[in-house]
């Protein structure tokens, strides 16, 4: 079974531009979470997506938002980019909502902001 | 679930066994995990606890939970230079993972 797949891998913007970041969850996962990985901060939870809702939603501005889709890919878009959002955001699936649920991640998407 | 804890540098000589604590605050928390990170990788899932057991054996790895205390441990059997990397512990609190900064494992021949 094919794990977490993220595209783009690595992404080059400048201050002010937008991108967009997506994500192919394990076969059956309906669950998918978005985390931001910097040196200074750390591992932050974004926000979490489950039947193309979003349930729940990090300490992030309104630039940062998401999406999933019937199939359960998702994607994040970052507006107005800023030098801080430099860093790699991680994607996570798990089969489905529960606490127990284990969430696998992908191998990321390295962002940044020139 | 917020404010894990995580000793930043471990050190180790190969074949050794390697130690790596966390502390967490969600006396709630059904799961706690332990997630590793090579260079440029993403996070690689190591092994995880439920939170009524006190010990899991995985091969290489065991797991020790003290609940009183809130403590969490890894410990890997005869370390391998292949066990460089950075080890996270996490807690899941309203369907979210909380992670500590994670812990550099060095391992010298």
């Known amino acids: 079974k094919a794990g977490v797949t993220q595209t783009p891998r690595y992404l080059i913007k400048t201050r002010g531009q937008q991108v967009t970041l997506s994500c192919s969850p394990i076969s059956g996962h309906r669950s998918v979470s978005w985390y931001q990985q910097t040196p200074g901060q750390g591992l932050q939870f974004l926000f979490e997506y489950f039947s193309e809702t979003q349930r729940n939603k990090g300490n992030f501005p309104g630039r940062f938002s998401g999406r999933q889709f019937s199939n359960s890919r998702s994607e994040m878009n970052v507006s107005t980019l800023e030098l801080g959002d430099s860093a790699l955001y991680l994607c996570?699936?798990?089969?489905?909502?529960?606490?127990?649920?284990?969430?696998?991640f992908g191998p990321g998407t390295r962002l940044t902001v020139l | 679930g917020e404010d894990v804890e995580q000793s930043l540098f471990l050190s180790v000589r190969e074949g050794d066994s390697s130690v790596i604590n966390c502390t967490y605050t969600?006396?709630?928390?059904?799961?706690l995990y332990w997630y590793k990170q090579e260079p440029g990788a993403g996070l690689q899932l190591l092994t995880y606890?439920?939170?009524?057991?006190d010990m899991k054996q995985d091969q290489r790895l065991t797991v020790l939970l003290n609940k009183k205390d809130k403590h969490l441990s890894l410990r890997i059997a005869d370390t391998q230079t292949g066990d460089s990397a950075i080890y996270f512990c996490?807690?899941?609190?309203?369907?979210?993972?909380?992670f500590g900064a994670g812990t550099t494992v060095t391992v010298r021949a």
């Open positions: 606890i439920f939170s009524n057991m």
């Open positions: 996490a807690e899941v609190g309203d369907y979210k993972l909380s």
């Open positions: 969600d006396s709630s928390s059904t799961y």
């Open positions: 996570a699936s798990s089969r489905q909502r529960k606490p127990t649920d284990t969430q696998y």
